[in-house]
Nanobody, 125 residues
Framework: QVQLVESGGGLVQAGGSLRLSCAAS????????MAWFRQAPGKEREFVAA??????KVADSVKGRFTISRDNAKNTVYLQMNSLNFEDTAVYYC????????????????????WGQGTQVTVSS
């Protein structure tokens, strides 16, 4: 069982930046895909970005503004968010995939077996 703990959320003005962190414990995660999703009130959970040994995948809605990275020595994955706008307001969740299929299908929440508790990001205009 993998435990995930997100941090770094908060209130930021439009145009600002935040960096989210997700610390994993319970399993060595360097060989597996990690991802960030987000969920705004009244909306479905939305894929943001994923990363594994082969590379990264980023949603079109945040491409060029958000960057996903990881530090395997710290078992931590990061989401650097720049040029934030009101539409980025959501609860952001970290997820662990746990299979060997790489980035294929990484946009689907159903592929992930462990989730963090979420961290709120609020962008004010």
């Amino acid at each position: 069982q993998v435990q995930l703990v997100e941090s770094g959320g908060g209130l930021v003005q439009a145009g600002g930046s935040l960096r989210l962190s997700c610390a994993a414990s319970g399993r060595t995660f360097s060989s597996y895909t990690m991802a960030w999703f987000r969920q705004a009130p009244g909306k479905e959970r939305e894929f943001v970005a994923a990363i594994n040994w082969s590379g990264e995948k980023v949603a079109d809605s945040v491409k060029g503004r958000f960057t996903i990275s990881r530090d395997n020595a710290k078992n931590t994955v990061y989401l650097q968010m720049n040029s934030l706008n009101f539409e980025d307001t959501a609860v952001y969740y970290c997820a662990f995939r746990g299979d060997g299929f790489g980035l294929v299908g990484s946009e689907s929440p159903n592929r992930y077996i462990s989730w963090g508790q979420g961290t709120q990001v609020t962008v004010s205009s």
